[in-house]
């Protein structure tokens, strides 16, 4: 329940809202129960009826708008090379990405990388829920997004870099990240 | 941005390879035991790649820690209604 509850706030961003998502998408479930085929699949089959749900009740009804700048057609093309992503950010960006430090990850809190997720776009905060917060395949997150496991992939990717950025420009305000020693780089 | 290959490791595979697999890895979708050799030994010689990997992990760890929510005592209540009532 729990599980169900935490997709529906990344979805909503709302207590409310997620609370009515879940009671709905449990309502849906009890009804179809009989169409669950395999039982071991429970968890993938309550995500995919709350996202659903989401999708066809809630989501235009969001109190924020939905975002929408990701181009799903550079799946399969160089826009998905993490590479070639990396190469449009800035030196500052690119410096630090490539000199990594393990503790810039110990210096943030919980509650700064939980809001930079929920600023990521949907599609993003998603498929970080699903694959990084619950631990499931890519292959059983496209099934519940409906979409094709090299989308997860891509958008895993993709949102993992944004999340990074955001960190990143959140941590030079907050003074968390060193300076000048930061040179080097390998990339 | 320029590939950094290691000279003294003829079969490297690069950092570029290396940071585009290294998603896939870290999430256990690297099937290919080849490819996991491969990246693997690309570590073993590669700080830079080693140590994002290192912050890729501890960040996936906090994000894990940092997220779990806990659905309400309310919402139980309503969901056991809701189901009794079907």
Redo the contacts between chains.
Sequence with gaps: ??S???LA?RLTRNGADA?DL??DA??KA??AIATLEDRERVRAWLFRILHNCYVSEYRKKSVRPVEWSYDERSVDGAED???SW??EQSDEF?IW??????E???R?L??D??AA?EELPEVFRTV??L???E?L??DEAAEILGVPPGTV?SR??RG?TL??KA?WQHGKDAGLIAGDERQGC?? | ??D?KHDSHPDDIG??EA??G???YL???MNDPQAVRKFEAHLEHCR?CF??L???S???????????????D???D??RQ??DG?
């Design positions: 329940m729990d169900l509850y935490g706030m609370e879940v009671a449990v309502a009890w009804s090379d993490l590479a990396l190469g690119l990405w490539a000199n990594p430090e393990r810039f990850a110990n943030l919980g509650q990388i939980m997720i970080i829920t694959v990084t917060i631990g395949p890519y992939r895993m990717k993992r999340l990074q960190l390998r990339i | 941005m320029t950094v950092c570029l940071i585009n290294l998603y896939a999430d256990g979708e830079s140590s994002r290192e912050l890729e501890a960040l996936a760890e906090h994000i894990r820690r940092s997220a779990k929510s806990r659905a309400s309310r919402l139980h309503r969901l809701l189901i079907l």
